[in-house]
């Protein structure tokens, strides 16, 4: 049973628009939000996180929208860029649990210049 | 080193032969977790260690699958008798403690053939 459910499978955005990514989770016992960024061939790396405490997060060119009620986040990245084609995976875990990630099934993002 | 180091980056074994895959995590990361990515999907869960105790193996899919972590720092996942539904990236993460970023290792490829 997949306990964080990702959409799109793949996204295409042009040069300077919004790469959207959705996920949706049903333990309401997950407290930590991470995306991850993989480049192929590379191990996934930390993009931005955040905890149920807030419903937003942003860094840089990256936000994450978290709505609690609706058990649902997701990554925006503003004003896409070539280099940001990789492939996104969202995850949650719980604290009790020692931090075991569960991943979402990933996003293969291509920005077209 | 500076980050998560694995070896060897790709494997091949042929079918039935045991494998065995070794993981340097941060110095001073008490957590460390391994992880199953088959192609074109996202990590699973294998199993967990704080220190060198290993406190969940849930996700080992097989009692072909072993992993230790004797003196808390290095750690081997040993695969017996390989399959070809064994072939996948193996991911290694370590982190300093619970719901703390993880850090991803490149992974090792390994091929049944």
């Known amino acids: 049973q997949q306990q964080v459910k990702q959409s799109p499978q793949s996204l295409i955005v042009q040069k300077g628009g919004i790469s959207i990514i959705n996920c949706a989770y049903e333990?309401?016992?997950?407290?930590?939000f991470p995306w991850y960024q993989q480049f192929p061939g590379k191990g996934p790396a930390l993009l931005i996180a955040?905890?149920?405490?807030?419903s937003e997060k942003k860094e840089g060119r990256f936000t994450i929208s978290f709505n609690k009620s609706a058990k649902q986040f997701s990554l925006h990245i503003m004003d896409s860029q070539p280099g940001d084609s990789a492939t996104y995976f969202c995850?949650?875990?719980?604290?009790?649990?020692?931090?075991?990630?569960?991943f979402g099934t990933g996003t293969s993002l291509t920005v077209i210049p | 080193g500076a980050g998560v180091s694995q070896s060897p980056r790709y494997k091949v074994a042929k079918r039935g032969q045991d494998v065995a895959l070794r993981c340097d995590p941060i110095?001073?990361?008490?957590?460390l977790f391994w992880y199953q990515q088959a192609l074109g999907q996202g990590p699973e869960f294998l199993t967990y260690?704080?220190?060198?105790?290993?406190?969940?193996k849930s996700g080992l899919p097989s009692d072909r699958f072993f992993a230790e972590r004797p003196e808390g720092s290095v750690s081997t996942l040993k695969i017996q008798r390989t399959q070809q539904e064994d072939s996948a990236v193996y991911l290694c993460?370590?982190?300093?403690?619970?719901?703390?970023?993880?850090?991803f290792g490149q992974g090792t490829r390994l091929t049944v053939v």
């Open positions: 993460a370590s982190s300093s403690g619970s719901n703390t970023e993880a850090f």
């Open positions: 333990n309401t016992a997950f407290d930590y």
């Open positions: 955040i905890r149920p405490d807030v």
């Open positions: 995850a949650a875990s719980m604290t009790y649990t020692g931090n075991q990630f569960y």
């Open positions: 110095s001073g990361h008490v957590s």
């Open positions: 260690f704080q220190n060198e105790a290993q406190l969940d």
